[in-house]
Every structure is written in C-alpha cells, then in structure tokens.
C-alpha cells in the first residue's frame, strides 16, 4: 500500500472528506510521526505498534569491489514494532486467506 492508496481508501471509507482533506489529513499525521522521531520520542499506538530510534554503533565494513575496509559511521535509524493486536490480526488473516487459496 502506498501513501496514495492511503490517501485513497481514506476518502472512501469517510465521505465527508474530499480527496484533499484526506491528502492533508495523512500527510499531518506521517509528518507528526517524522518530527517526534527526530526528537527522539517513542511513539505508541495502541493496537497497533510502536515506534522508535534504534541507535546504531559506528563499525569496520570492506567495499564489496576492492576488499577494502571502510569506516561505517554511527547512524540512527527509524525502528518498528507491530503491538500484539496486530501481530495476532495479521497471523489470522493471512491463515485464512491462505486456508481459501489452497481449497
């Protein structure tokens, strides 16, 4: 699912929105997501999962070409993980869904 069919299934779950309340409407929420991560927040939404920055230490590396070691420099870096409701919703889904392909 991209950002659009987001925008898209939005709009028409909820017909009071029109396509550009739906576009402004995800595109604040991703853009509070992006700025409390940059501030170093969690994020928790129940149900669903949560959201943090993973720190990751600077290390030795080779470049695959020559063989040489190149110095990889610390990064931090987005990390999710899916609540227990969605864990147990995707499993149950995806049983069933795969229970009527195999018939």
Known sequence: MTRSDLVEELAARFGQLTQRDAEYA???ILD???DALVRGHRIEIRGFGSFSVNRRPPRMGRNPRSGEAVHIPEKRV???KPGKALRETVDQ???ELQGVQAQ
């Open 93 to 95: 889904r995806t049983a």
């Open 78 to 80: 987005p990390h999710f």
């Open 32 to 34: 509070a997501v992006s």
């Open 26 to 28: 995800v595109k604040t």
